[in-house]
């Protein structure tokens, strides 16, 4: 008598709760004699864990872990916060945290997944590559991990070290060993005139953070003073960022119209439009475009297709256009991260990848002139970029290499030193992404010369 009293207990609470947030919700259509059944199907089941499970358990870390599933079973990009996980949440848009330096998500397999490592990051140097599935943390296995868990995980104080084990697309299994360290983003990593005869620039954009536009305005403002005529904005595996950055940023190319807009079942549709003041003088442009190519960088992309404004070059983009927003619940100082909306360009099209929807035809952005990129020659660009990067730092520290290093310091991912001269491989590094950049570029500076047209 006593336990189904207790059962009943649960019922009444269950529904009392559960009914308040219903009755919370704009639109509550859903027949209250089946929602009901739910609740005591629900309490029955926390009741019996309470009961029954070999370990005793906390009446919290039950609801925390009915909440967690609820929203992961949703899509990859709802989640519950919990206090602790509140916190963290505006930590990319303060400029720096502690961590790796990778962009993750969860692939349509439940795997984590490397959308891309950020430059010049411990997991940059370390070797991580974009495309890799983290398989192992610290050992253990990553099947069905929640992203906030895997964050978690990953993250921890400056100096200490986490092993992951990492699956490449090529079927290579590695395992990797990185130095957690302060993470100071920063967006724009090349910024050089290419082409001086034709005064072609080069711009690659590596995420959208709250500093891109004034970064880019700067790097815009040098290669013109150095006689730029043209600009190539390079997005591969740029995985996006803040909404307002990638509006700002194309509102740099784009006169007037709408820039994005979001669509939802419970939201107001909103769109974003272009001002005049602050465009940059109407010089040609191609966007760069790959399957890293994701969220904030997809929109950018999207604006100047459907604007007209520039050429696309590369490949289908990766097709994450939704909208998070967070409710907060003060009771508990806790907090849901949900999916409200999609992006769609300015022209309607939808960006956002519904990967349990096998007919879906329409999503991410294609490019107006596709350049098919294997496997083997990304990971030729990624290391082509690493290579680069630290050829930058040793040039800024005129550094030499070091004799004696002291054992602690192994721990730590070195760069690689110089002491012999690199080998030199029979065929030099081609980016063929960024020559079918220019020769587009080229090619639309001479129809402007012409006075034809680029695109009809």
């Known amino acids: 008598m006593k336990n189904r009293n207790r059962e009943l207990a649960f019922v009444v609470i269950a529904v009392l709760v559960l009914s308040c947030i219903t009755l919370a919700g704009p639109d509550d259509r859903q027949p209250r004699g089946e929602l ?96 890799d599935i983290i398989i192992e943390i610290e050992g253990e296995s990553t099947q069905g991990i929640e992203l906030r868990q895997a964050v978690n995980k990953l993250r921890g104080p400056k100096g ?38 034709a005064g072609i620039g080069y711009i690659r954009l590596s995420a959208f953070q709250a500093n891109t536009p004034q970064e880019l305005d700067e790097a815009v403002a040098r290669l013109e003073d150095q006689g730029m005529k043209a600009l190539v904005v390079d997005l591969r595996f740029n995985p996006g960022g803040l909404l307002n950055s990638a509006i700002q ?84 100082r806790s907090a849901i991260r949900l999916t409200t909306a999609h992006y769609y360009t300015p022209s309607g099209r939808l960006i956002h990848r519904r990967h349990d929807d096998n007919e879906q035809q329409e999503w991410g952005i294609v490019p107006d002139h596709e350049v098919d990129i294997t496997l083997e020659e990304e990971a030729e660009l990624w290391n082509h970029w690493r290579e680069q990067h630290v050829q930058r730092i040793r040039e800024m520290n005129d550094e030499e290499p070091e004799v004696d290093q002291p054992d602690d310091e192994q721990e730590r991912p070195q760069l690689p030193h110089v002491d012999e001269a690199p080998e030199i491989d029979e065929e030099p590094f081609r980016d063929r992404g960024l020559e079918a950049a220019v020769a587009a570029l080229k090619t639309v500076m001479w129809t402007q010369q012409q006075g034809t047209p680029a695109r009809e």
Request: no cysteine; net charge negative.
């Open 36 to 131: 009901y059944g739910h609740y005591e199907t629900f309490a029955r089941i926390v009741n019996t864990v309470r009961q029954q499970y070999v370990d005793e358990v906390e009446i919290e870390e039950l609801f925390q872990n009915a909440y967690s599933g609820m929203l992961q079973g949703l899509d990859p990009y709802s989640a519950f916060l919990p206090p602790e996980e509140l916190e963290d949440l505006d930590v990319e848009t303060r400029g720096e945290f502690g961590g790796l330096g990778i962009e993750i998500t969860i692939n349509e397999q439940g795997w984590l997944t490397v959308i891309t490592p950020m430059e010049g990051t411990p997991a940059f140097e370390a070797g991580v590559m974009a495309g």
């Open 160 to 197: 200490e070290p986490v092993t992951i084990t990492v699956l490449r697309e090529t079927g290579e299994e590695r395992e990797i060993k990185i130095v957690r360290d302060i993470i100071e983003l920063q967006s724009i990593k090349a910024a050089e005139i290419i082409d001086e005869d």
């Open 249 to 332: 940023v194309a509102d740099r190319f784009i006169e007037e119209g709408v820039i994005v807009s979001t669509k939802g079942r419970a939201q107001e549709d909103r769109e974003f439009e272009a001002q005049k003041e602050g465009t940059y003088s109407d010089f040609p442009v191609v966007a760069l475009i790959s399957r890293r190519s994701a969220s904030a960088s997809e929109i950018f992309a999207g604006a100047l297709q459907d604007h007209r404004r520039g050429l696309l070059v590369g490949s289908r983009t990766h097709g994450k256009g939704s909208v998070q927003t967070v409710f907060p619940f003060r009771e508990n």
